[in-house]
């Protein structure tokens, strides 16, 4: 069936270095891809996503890039400060309605 | 303010012991969804609803029900519960015009 490959499960970056996380899907008919971060013991909340007609998309210091035809995206965070430490989710449509196929979480530690 | 609530935050039960989680969202929103997490499996949907008294299976419902009598809410019902849903459970409403997911603070259950 459909999945979605995360990686890394625990990315350990110091406090001002990039961070980039990576997922790969199955579904050559998912057309949405969201992130979530999720802090400590709260729900995810969407921090970017991107269509699968655009490549890139940035907001402040997250990025993220779309590779259709190899079916990766990735999470790019710059600058990495000890608020960007939580859980991230990546995620991908089943096909183009509601449902979402969701990568198993990376842990993102920032040292000070 | 957009909210999504659901409780109890915490639950420790017994096997076999009926429990319901409520779920209430104020945005209006005609999907809802419930997840539940647990460690290096990332996010597994239980059920979802695309509107009033439409609800169906998501990737995980065995042991679980659900209801949609109205559109702001969407309890989780476990009617026998057993200590394989021992877990974090979170329900989500869907904005429909931006894919974006809402997510409640999360309710931890117990079974023993």
């Known amino acids: 069936g459909e999945n979605v490959e995360q990686h890394p499960s625990t990315l350990s970056v110091q406090e001002g270095d990039s961070a980039v996380i990576k997922c790969t899907y199955s579904?050559?008919?998912?057309?949405?891809f969201p992130w979530y971060k999720q802090e400590l013991g709260k729900g995810p909340q969407l921090i970017i996503d991107i269509r699968s007609n655009v490549g890139e998309k940035k907001d402040q210091r997250i990025a993220v890039t779309l590779n259709k035809t190899a079916k990766h995206f990735s999470l790019h965070i710059t600058e990495t400060q000890p608020e960007d430490s939580a859980v991230y989710f990546c995620?991908?449509?089943?096909?183009?309605?509601?449902?979402?196929?969701w990568g198993a979480g990376t842990k993102l530690i920032i040292k000070p | 303010e957009a909210q999504v609530t659901q409780n109890p935050r915490y639950l420790i039960t017994v096997t076999g012991k009926k429990l319901t989680v409520t779920c209430s969202q104020n945005m209006n929103h005609e999907y809802m969804s419930w997840y539940r997490q647990d460690p290096g499996l990332g996010l597994r949907q239980i059920y979802y609803?695309?509107?009033?008294?439409?609800?169906d299976k998501g990737d995980v419902p065995e042991g679980y029900k659900v209801s949609r009598k109205e559109k702001r809410n969407f309890p989780l019902i476990l009617e026998s519960p057993s200590p394989n849903q021992t877990s974090l459970y979170f329900c989500a409403s869907h904005d429909a015009n931006t894919g974006e997911l809402f997510f409640g603070e999360g309710s931890r259950l117990t079974v023993l």
């Open positions: 609803s695309m509107n009033v008294e439409v609800t």
């Open positions: 579904d050559s008919a998912s057309n949405y």
């Open positions: 995620a991908a449509s089943k096909g183009s309605n509601y449902q979402l196929i």
